[in-house]
């Protein structure tokens, strides 16, 4: 009986250890946290609750896993690859087959590899350049038509009121016969008058859309269009004979701020996917109107718009917190880039001052309108932005010869900064594309 009772404890010993020797050697898989119901008791396994977050979620191709590669288990072990290769097994770029599951690339070329993959986010991105799908669902700006109307509208209709508002001591607001409104723009320095009208008819020639329509006007209370203000006048005390800038006054619109890719010291705007899908419709559409700001106001040297941010911090930490200057919105999301003054002229005496500000924002940009990049492109290849800004200049203004040209100092320093932007798109295409 003690013989039999032995026999049988030394077999269920033997059995024990089998078995925990092969639960030893089994791997340790990890479980999706979206795994399908079991039965119909409504127990799901590894579903975590709202409040726990949802950080891990399960592998596709469409949310691969940061630095993961398959074992030969097929279960998911951590390894630093940095690339979505796990998802057609070992292999680098190159085509050849990792045994050892390194990349076989040099770290270089790794961040190369990396960057292109960022930037395939063809939603949102085409390598460098904002999808038409992201463009198409930004609101429209000015039209070639709007010009047209506006020009129009004050040859031919009279101003019935001229009160203060828009900006500076001696500009005004002015209310036309059909109630439209304009902003008068009055400046005793001619400069200021060509930064202005130099700088709308730049945006034009690089097909930006968001410089409202303007146009030149010249103050004369005789004519039946201003008889009506003559009072207004002699209290602005404008002289007779003095060249404006009458501009389309846009209303309903609301400070703009400053995206948070370009507030820090840090600031950077590249096709990262993991940064694209995160912005929302109109965060998208002020990215991409900011993106032709930053070139805009490079071109032009606009000191009186985000540089005026970027100075004013060192006296106040919380200015670029605070709304851009000369920046607005409208109630569909459009941006309004105001008070162009300062660009072209003004701007261009204070490159030594200002110039590392400029920069600073040109290089933090690698993401681009194609329709902008195609005229950088054109005009930094044909050389001939000063002549065509001049030509545009006298065949849309009858006062053209009321205010001197840009002279050609300024149109050299205009075509290098365009020959900076174009260096700059083909920088980021070598990293990205």
């Not at 429209?140 to 508002?165: A, C, H, P, S, Y």
């Not at 309004?336 to 300062?342: A, Q, R």
């Not at 400029?358 to 001939?384: Q, W, Y």
Request: neutral net charge; hydrophobic residues 35%.
């Amino acid at each position: 009986m003690r013989r039999s009772n032995a026999v049988i404890m030394a077999g269920l010993a033997f059995t024990l250890g089998f078995v925990l020797g092969l639960v030893i050697q089994l791997p340790v898989i990890t479980l999706p946290l979206n795994e399908e119901q079991f039965g119909d008791s409504g127990f799901k396994i590894g579903v975590r609750s709202e409040s726990e977050g949802s950080a891990r979620k399960q592998l596709s191709l469409d949310n691969p896993l940061r630095l993961v590669k398959p074992s030969s288990h097929g279960v998911v072990y951590p390894q630093n690859n940095g690339t979505n290769a796990y998802l057609q097994g070992q292999t680098d770029y190159s085509g050849s087959q990792q045994s050892d599951g390194s990349s076989g690339t040099s770290p270089a070329k790794e961040a190369v590899i990396r960057n292109r993959e960022s930037a395939k986010s063809p939603d949102v991105v085409d390598g460098v350049f904002w999808s038409k799908t992201t463009e198409r669902k930004c609101p429209g700006g000015f039209t070639e038509e709007d010009q047209k109307g506006w020009k129009n509208k004050i040859d031919k209709t009279k101003v019935v009121k001229l009160e203060t508002g828009c900006g500076r001591m001696q500009n005004r607001m002015a209310t036309f016969k059909d109630a439209a409104q304009a902003c008068v723009r009055y400046r005793l320095n001619t400069d200021q008058i060509q930064g202005e009208i130099f700088s709308f008819y730049l945006s034009k020639l690089l097909g930006i859309d968001n410089v409202p329509p303007s146009s030149l006007h010249l103050v004369n209370t005789i004519d039946d269009r201003w008889r009506t203000v003559t009072g207004e006048i002699a209290n602005s005390k404008w002289a007779d004979d003095k060249v404006v800038i009458f501009t389309q006054f846009v209303e309903g619109l609301k400070p703009s701020y400053i995206p948070v890719e370009f507030r820090g010291e840090d600031r950077k705007l590249h096709p990262k996917q993991d940064l694209m899908n995160s912005k929302g419709p109109e965060d998208l559409c002020d990215l991409v109107q900011w993106s032709d700001l930053i070139i805009f106001d490079y071109l032009t040297a606009n000191l009186d718009r985000v540089v005026n941010n970027m100075f004013n911090k060192q006296w106040n930490p919380n200015m670029m917190n605070t709304p851009a200057h000369n920046l607005e919105r409208t109630s569909n999301g459009r941006l309004i880039f105001l008070d162009n003054e300062s660009g072209l002229f003004h701007g261009y005496r204070l490159l030594d001052k200002y110039a590392s500000y400029h920069r600073t924002l040109l290089d933090s940009l690698c993401v681009f309108r194609n329709s902008t990049a195609r005229a950088i492109e054109r005009l930094h290849h044909s050389g001939s932005v000063g002549e065509e800004l001049n030509k545009m200049f006298s065949q849309n203004e009858e006062l053209y010869n009321h205010i001197p040209r840009l002279p050609q100092k300024n149109a050299k320093i205009l075509q290098q900064r365009i020959a900076d932007v174009y260096e700059q798109i083909q920088t980021c295409k070598k990293q990205y594309v």
